[in-house]
């Protein structure tokens, strides 16, 4: 079983930046064949796959934050972080961690098996 605990949402202007991290327990630390991704859901829309990172550093964006937004980890992948930059009031959002087992950097929410309980970040104009 893997826990995972979301922290550093808040409220920033339009241009401001916060930095977003993830502490994982469990068995993330004995197993390397591990990526973990931040999602985001805005009232009313879709689940949001924002930015993955697997265990030998290759990442993953969705368009809307190339740029923008910079996903790392500390090694043993013990520790997710999302560094938002330039934010924009449409980054609003509830945003989540996540982990699933396996390399690949794919973003659908559906193919990840442990999940945050969400932070939430608040972009005014």
């Known amino acids: 079983q893997v826990h995972l605990v979301e922290s550093g949402g808040g409220s920033a202007q339009a241009g401001g930046s916060l930095r977003l991290s993830c502490v994982a327990s469990?068995?993330?630390?004995?197993?390397?064949?591990?990526?973990m991704a931040w999602f985001r859901q805005a009232p009313g829309k879709e689940r949001e796959g924002v930015a993955s990172?697997?265990?030998?550093?290759?990442?993953s964006y969705a368009d809307s934050v190339k740029g923008r937004f910079t996903i790392s980890h500390e090694k043993p992948m013990s520790t997710l972080y999302l560094q938002m930059n330039s934010l924009q009031p449409e980054d609003t959002a509830m945003y989540y961690c996540?982990?699933?087992?396996?390399?690949?950097?794919?973003?659908?929410?559906?193919?990840?098996?442990?999940w945050g309980q969400g932070t939430q970040v608040t972009v005014s104009s």
């Open positions: 990172i697997n265990s030998v550093n290759r990442t």
């Open positions: 996540a982990a699933k087992w396996g390399y690949a950097l794919d973003r659908n929410p559906k193919i990840y098996d442990y």
């Open positions: 469990g068995d993330m630390y004995t197993n390397e064949d591990v990526t």
